[in-house]
Each structure stands twice: as C-alpha cells, then as structure tokens.
Nanobody, 124 residues
Framework: QVQLVESGGGLVQAGGSLRLSCAFS????????MGWFRQAPGKEREFVAA????????YYADSVQGRSTISRDDVKNTVALQMNSLKPEDTGVYYC?????????????????WGQGTQVTVSS
C-alpha cells in the first residue's frame, strides 16, 4: 500500500516562495510517476505539475509554468514542488499523487494514490 505524506504548506505573502514535499512509502518509488494537484475553496481539484518515473519529463499547468519546479529524489523517496512568485490565486490544498507507470499524466483519474494534502495560503 502506497502512502503519501505532504508537508511544507503554510501562509505566505504574495510574491513569496514555498517548497512542498511529499514523502512516499510502501512500494518502490522509482516505478511511480508523480503529480501535484490543488483544490481551491469552492473549486474542483486541478492539475499543477507532474514528473515521469525517470524524472526526465515534467509538465506544468499554464497557471504555474515558469514559477514552479517539480523534482524527485529516488534516494529519499520524495517529490518536491518549488513554488515562487506566489499569488493569492495559488491558495488551496495541495495534494501529492502517484501512478504506477513510466509517464506523467495530467488527469487526476490517472493517479491511484493520494496524500491528505497540505494547505497553502497566499495573502495579498
């Protein structure tokens, strides 16, 4: 059973930065592609970023492209999301997700395991 635990959320002023981390356990991390999603109050969950199993391919939502970087550490079994130049519209609960397979995907239904989420609040 895969377990995902997010950390690193918090309250930050607009223009600031946060680094979210997700700890993976229970299976072999290196065979899973990973993704980050977020859900703002009153809105559906949306894709933020994804990284392939090898780490060679990354994908970003247009809304965070150029401001965020997803990375993975197959020694520590973690995936991180570095977010810079944060905006109030980045506020939401951020979820880490994993899918068994090589390729990263943008759809939440492609991911079989999810963390509990970490709250990010960006004040204006």
């Amino acid at each position: 059973q895969v377990q995902l635990v997010e950390s690193g959320g918090g309250l930050v002023q607009a223009g600031g930065s946060l680094r979210l981390s997700c700890a993976f356990s229970g299976r072999t991390f290196s065979v899973y592609a990973m993704g980050w999603f977020r859900q703002a109050p009153g809105k559906e969950r949306e894709f933020v970023a994804a990284i392939s199993r090898s780490g060679s391919s990354t994908y970003y939502a247009d809304s965070v492209q150029g401001r965020s970087t997803i990375s993975r550490d197959d020694v520590k079994n973690t995936v991180a999301l570095q977010m810079n130049s944060l905006k109030p519209e980045d506020t939401g609960v951020y979820y880490c997700a994993s899918r068994l397979g090589r390729a990263a995907r943008l759809g939440e239904y492609d991911y079989g395991y999810w963390g509990q989420g970490t709250q990010v609040t960006v004040s204006s």
